[in-house]
């Protein structure tokens, strides 16, 4: 039988329900070998010419039968039911559990991830441990309940008709542990196949836009077709041992069962079998073996099930790279914060192979005031924005919040006193009501009015077919790049909370979605400590503190009017910016 410890643990809280499919599977072969010897006894009576055997009539005979077959019936419908109500359970809790931990592991796992990979792993193997659990187990455990139950029958009957038995049956249920390695070794080679085809398809959906924009829907097109060709060897390839073991399994079940047939009717010509016991020997016997023939598909789902666990618990014994949970983490929902924020001689790498993308920085942010970073494509920005939002742990160097050093036992509550608002919101399935209350989930509709309009959103929003209950996606909406991050500051606004970190969109806004823009941020910056990745002028202009990044180093700092006349990098990042601020000034 394939079982791990992860497969016991994944079913945890549910031993009863599968044991319970189970009982029902061993119920369901009980009727059907107490069918088959009473058809036995029905043909005996045929043969013998008798209308009454065992003090029963013809008709009764019938009419047990009958019935029988009627509670079969019924029998195989509720455990159908059941099988499936269990399978449904264990898959919503192990999904639940997967996206706790994704959630756990954060942002900086999904960023080193392949989507395709993750979403295989949550959606197509844990529907296979469904199959695994409400048939595979099921089906195995009532052919070798069975099994065991008629081939002790069958040593009280005959002793050698029963060892014969006995060795078929083991051979039939040993087989597929000889082909365990080799279709363990093929499973792990399709689940990779499988990943590898779900990620190119995902790529092509998700890169629509840009594969037409630049004509290379062709060269993705032809990624998928490989991908799909593929899987589709892979898959064959484990079909032909498949094939090859069913046929030896089916092989050796029909060989069994009607050698031991021969066997028993040898022993009746010999006489050394009573002949009337024959006809119940023969019905016995392939009772003992359709269960165990049953089970030739099932095996399949018993190896996809092993190999699917792996992924499984692979991804849910994965350790977050950054912030491993030393004492447990607090979530405090403090949204009070007075203090202010000091990186500290931060140096970080993402991978230490490929150096150190933040040296030594070392920044003050005073309280409620802002601090503008600037800097070349690839000089940190980001990454110490991230540090800052809590996706990655600093090794060396510190990030103190008021007098708090951030660290694993508090970043929770850290967390809680920062608000993110990046260059584009993502925008969930849902209404803009619903989207906008991603940022406190228990906001009433006034208050989502109110940050709409802080947003300068509400407007827009009211011009929506049905207003703040206007799906996304759906009733040909859809947002622009400038509305997005409307959205995402009308969040931030429910958020509220002391600490904003704001990444500036570079794409150029028209006039009035860029003048709006700003309006909003200025209104939701007011009071808090800010860090802007700020790309323009008028961001730049506002903020009590510049700080230029460049190679992950602070390079320099300074207010804009200090470092407009000192500072030759700050004078090329804002290049054509400040020209026409100083020809302004000339005028
Ligand atoms: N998840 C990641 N894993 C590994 N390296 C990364 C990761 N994210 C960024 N980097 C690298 O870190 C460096 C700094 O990147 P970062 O995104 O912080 O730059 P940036 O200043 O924000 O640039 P831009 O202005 O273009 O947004 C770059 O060399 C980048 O390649
Ligand atoms: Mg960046």
Known sequence: MFLNRALLRFAKGNYKNILYTCFLSVLLTVVSTIVALITSVVVRMFLENKTV??????AEMFGILLGLICLRFFISMYKTKEGVKCGLKIKEVLRKDMLRKLFELGPAYMSEEKTGGVATTIFMKVEWLGHYYMTYIPTAVAAIVNAVVIIGVLFFVNSMVGMVCLLAAVGMLGCPMLFYKVMSKRGRLEWEAEEEYYEKCLDGIQGIVTLKAFGADGLQKEKIHAGGEKLRRTVM??????????GVLEFLGRLGSAFTIGLAAWLVYKG??????????????????????????AWHMGYRGVTASEGIEELLQSLPKYFRTREKAVKSGKKEFTGDISFEHISFAYDEAEGEVLQDVTITIKNQTTTALVGPSGSGKSTLANILAG????KNGKIRLGEEVVEASNIEAMQDLVSVVWQEGHLFYGTVLDNIRIGKPEATYEEVVRVAKAANLHDFIMKLPKGYDTHLGEDGMRFSGGEKQRIAIARAFLRNTPILILDEATSSLDRKNEMEIQRSIQELSKGKTVLVIAHRLSTIQNAEQICILNHGKIQEKGTHEELRKTS????????????????GEGA
Not at 237 to 246: I, P, R, S
Not at 568 to 578: D, T
């Open 568 to 583: 030759k990098l700050y004078q090329r990042l804002m290049g054509k910016q400040l020209a026409v601020e100083m020809a």
């Open 391 to 394: 996706f990655y742990e600093v």
């Open 237 to 246: 390839g484990q079909l032909k041992v498949t094939m090859l073991e069913n």
């Open 272 to 297: 050394e079998m009573d002949s009337e016991v024959l006809v119940y020997t023969m019905f016995l016997i392939s009772a003992c073996f359709v269960p165990m023939l049953n089970l030739i598909p």
């Open 53 to 58: 055997l065992h003090s029963l009539g013809m």
